[in-house]
């Protein structure tokens, strides 16, 4: 068993109590673990592909765990044995696997979990460290896997004291998607779906950057919700495959900041945005003050032009205390920040 600790044996797992891992879609979060002691955890992922929406013009044809994009968030606890059973789904024939950046050997995993077209690989990984990791296809050629939506995150809790509960916990993940044009089809118009384009990600040049898979995934669709008072708590990751995101919620401070998802050092407290290379995550946590929507974004800020915006809206009384005006709001036309 990769990671065991000195002196046990892969056969001792097998002593361990056997519990199903809850996974959720984004933005949806498992609740947190309470139990106190570590378990053979089974985590079963799918890989298909999909052709679905990628902005409001186009489609894309996206590579996935268990048909979302980003994959399932896996909420673990130190000490448990993760069981990861990858099945191969895929009908182009491509190989798949997972390189989990919580899992400690060679290749994270991937060496042990790649699966051919109709195969089932299984993996056992004991968890030695807290925090919230990035898992992500690592298959040849791997940029092509993570470019195509190939990635998930996974929290690790802490043995024994876990953060703060929070009133509302999201699973939010920034990435790019690079495109060639539209073909032209017979009746001249351009058709609705696009391709991968190997050249553009190679000079890190996106034509999207979305949270959460696509553009409008947390806006229209699925905004984050909170009311006055309460307090939100955000895991964020950035798959990548280039772009560095400078995290950011238009309107709110974060109260914590857990950098680089370091659940045991001291946080920092109220910071503005937050810097995330690809690969990496972080995790925020907000007090909810004043009604209205709150607008996240890469503050790379043309990247909300290719799709970099979500929603967090609020509901609840006014604060004119903390934030008034002599006129009602009015929001500027066309604006993408303050809907």
């Not at 955890?41 to 980003?70: A, I, R």
């Not at 995993?109 to 790649?114: D, F, M, N, Q, V």
């Not at 089809?185 to 696509?214: I, K």
Request: aromatic share 8%; charged share 20%.
């Amino acid at each position: 068993m990769n990671g065991s600790r000195g002196g046990e044996t892969p056969d001792e797992a097998n002593t361990l109590p056997t519990e199903e891992a809850l996974l959720t879609t984004a933005p949806d979060v498992p609740p947190r673990i309470t139990r106190n002691y570590p378990v053979l955890l089974q985590v079963n992922l799918v890989t298909t592909t999909k052709v679905e929406k990628l902005t409001s013009q186009y489609k894309y044809e996206k590579w996935n765990f268990n048909g979302s994009v980003p994959g399932p968030f896996v909420r673990a606890r130190v000490g448990d044995v993760v069981e990861l059973s990858l099945t191969n789904c895929d009908k182009s024939g491509n190989p798949h696997n997972i390189d989990c950046h919580a899992f400690l050997g060679p290749g994270g995993g991937s060496a042990l979990t790649t699966a051919e077209e109709g195969q089932t690989k299984t993996g056992r990984f004991r968890l030695q460290c807290p925090g919230l990791y990035i898992y992500h296809c690592a298959a040849a050629p791997v940029p092509v896997h993570i470019a195509n939506g190939m990635y998930g995150l996974m929290y690790v809790q802490p043995a024994e004291g876990d953060l703060t509960p929070v009133d509302h916990e999201y699973y939010v993940m920034q990435s790019e998607f690079y495109h060639e044009p539209p073909e032209v089809e017979e009746n001249g118009r351009p058709s609705s779906e696009v391709e991968f384009s190997y050249p553009n990600a190679l000079r890190e040049e996106p034509s999207v950057v979305v949270f959460n898979g696509h553009e409008s995934a947390l806006t229209t669709e699925k905004p984050l919700k909170a009311k006055v008072g309460e307090s939100v708590r955000i895991f964020f990751g950035n798959a990548g495959p280039n772009l560095t995101s400078s995290f950011h919620v238009i309107g709110s401070n974060f109260m914590k900041v857990y950098r680089d998802s370091d659940v045991l050092s001291p946080p920092g407290q109220f910071v503005q945005t937050v810097s995330v290379p690809p690969g990496d995550t972080t995790m925020v946590d907000m007090k909810m003050l004043v009604p209205g929507t709150y607008t996240l974004v890469d503050h790379a800020i043309f990247r909300l032009e290719k799709g970099a915006v979500g929603y967090l809206n609020v509901s609840g009384d006014p604060r004119p205390d903390i934030y008034q005006g002599t006129e009602p709001p009015a929001p500027c036309v066309g604006c993408k920040l303050h809907p």
